[in-house]
């Protein structure tokens, strides 16, 4: 038997046998005509289903990544248990990004200064579900939305307004504010390491290439180059329009002002029920759901918004949660958490079946405790406790003598944030938050302060604060702060964790900053200036027999470009002779330098 023309099936349709779903593929189209790619999953013989709503630019087509006939087994592990027949799943790519149509815009801010179009990702939020609540015969006409970091964020922009048939919402680990904590920047502070993000999502309207490497060493690969822009230019990145938008706007001005969705959810508050999601070593959205909710809270929302905050790196949320780098906890507590708070959440909602338990106001877990703790309030200190930087090297609630510790930072050599070698693919980015800091700790450029043994526990409930004062020859420079807890130097249970420096709350500050986000000036040289800054926040009881330290350095590198130490206008485009070493001095005594601990137990 000769065969002529194709082998290729004309219109395949798959039997659907004993599939115990129907998949679609649809263009939604938006007001203005713009038809965004959809992949809609409904349990067969479904009726008066909710429908859960996930928002992506990292295609929908993605999220149901196996041709199975069960839809537990064809959708992606996150979504697993979602996918028992009582919830009709959707997800959606965003304008311009593999299947829909339209332009592309990095998280695309509203309609308004920054956005002259007539569509936007709450507009677009909004039209998805008008069209799934009047296309879909099988649903009770309630939607919930949820996803993480990017599509976390989608999940805020649709809160802005939202459809009357969004009933509930779980933004978890979001992007809210790029500059001040979040994806681009912490504090002013650009982190380079994202730039293969930029290549990834803004070179195609798929998935880009990342930047490629000349070396293995990412600290090499930055070092060589120079500057962030530097570095970013070499690679084609001035055919990138974000990068240019972006790399234009290196302080807190209207772009990011703008663009802060924390500013705007308490312009337009929503009483939708939401859970904000976060992890405690959240390595790319540390910031946004705290933020948010506190602003929330803040508005006089607090009834409907929720906080929590589990053992987790970003996005661990949709993962396995038994373990963060050396620490294991007591089960698997993201599984956990979906199945005993956030489905039975969302069910309350969406189908009216009540929670064996209400939601906390905040639920945060303690993970040197190893349980969840439940709020009614948060913060749970009230207040925050100085705990000064004392001569020797030591650390304590009394204010001492006045004196100062010097270290020489030298832009040639910059603190790693990892041991090195730092492979652009690489797995301890999940967990650099809690790598112990005893590879760091006895550089020259590095501070380390520690009280005694601690002979009682000390809880923290709340967000530490930085509030250093020091001097430098420089012009400009960076301040990382972190809180440590550290292990007694033996640790029967778990032996490699004997002497271990676990980072409970750090962040880097660019010192330029220190009086104005938006209005950087020089540091005068050789005068002693104050550095205030938030640190993430914490629950967590340091335990009898550990210390607490606090560590300062000028530079967590490569994730962040170098501070030239010598003031220039845009530090992304800093010369090769802008940098300088500098001698900086941390200043202590009476009223000066502490970090602010939230106290909530001695
Ligand atoms: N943290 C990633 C991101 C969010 C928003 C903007 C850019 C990047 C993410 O994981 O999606």
Known sequence: MVQTGTDIATDWQQPEGNFDYVKREVMIPMRDGVKLHTVIMVPKGAHDLPILLERTPYNASGFVPNNSPHMKDAVWSGNRDWADGSYILVWQDIRGKYGSEGDYVMTRPPMGPLNPEKTDDTTDAYDTIDWLVKNLDQSNGRVGMIGSSYDGWTVTMALLDPHPALKVAAPESPMVDGWMGDDWFHYGAFRQVNLDYFTGQTTAAGSGPSVPREGYDDYSNFLKAGSAGAYAEAHGFKQLPWWNRLSAHPAYDAFWQYQAVDRMLVANPSKIPTIWLQGFWDQEDIYGAVHAWEALKKAGYEENNHLVIGPWWHSQINREGRTMGPFTWNGDTTANFRRNWLIPF????????????????????????????????????????????????????????????????????????????????????????????????????????????????????????????????????????????????????????????????????????????????????????????????????VKPGHRIMVQIQSSLFPLYDRNPQKYVDNIFYAKPDDYRKATVSIVHGPGRSAVLLPVARE
């Open 346 to 541: 969302f069910n309350q909602h969406l189908r009216g079946t009540k929670m064996d338990e209400p939601l906390p106001t905040a639920m945060i877990y303690d993970p040197a405790e190893d349980h969840w703790d439940h709020f009614a309030d948060w913060p749970g200190a009230k207040t925050l406790t100085p705990l000064y930087l004392q001569a020797d090297k030591g650390l304590a609630f009394q204010q001492a003598a006045a004196g100062e510790d010097s270290y020489v930072s030298d832009p040639a050599k910059p603190v790693p944030y990892l041991s090195r070698p730092i492979p652009q693919e690489n797995d301890r980015w999940r967990t650099w938050l809690v790598q112990d800091q005893r590879f760091v700790t006895d550089r020259q450029d590095v501070v380390s302060y520690r009280t005694p043994v601690l002979t009682k526990a000390v809880k923290l409930e709340g967000a530490p604060v930085a509030d250093i004062f020091a001097r430098t020859t420089g012009t400009d420079g960076d301040f990382v702060v972190k809180v440590i807890d550290v292990y007694p130097p033996t640790y029967p249970d778990q032996p490699e964790l004997g002497g271990y420096q676990l980072p409970i709350a750090m962040d880097i500050f660019r010192g330029r900053y220190r009086n104005s986000f938006a209005d950087p000036s020089p540091i005068p040289a050789g005068e002693v200036q104050e550095y205030k800054f938030r640190l993430p926040t914490v629950n967590y009881t």
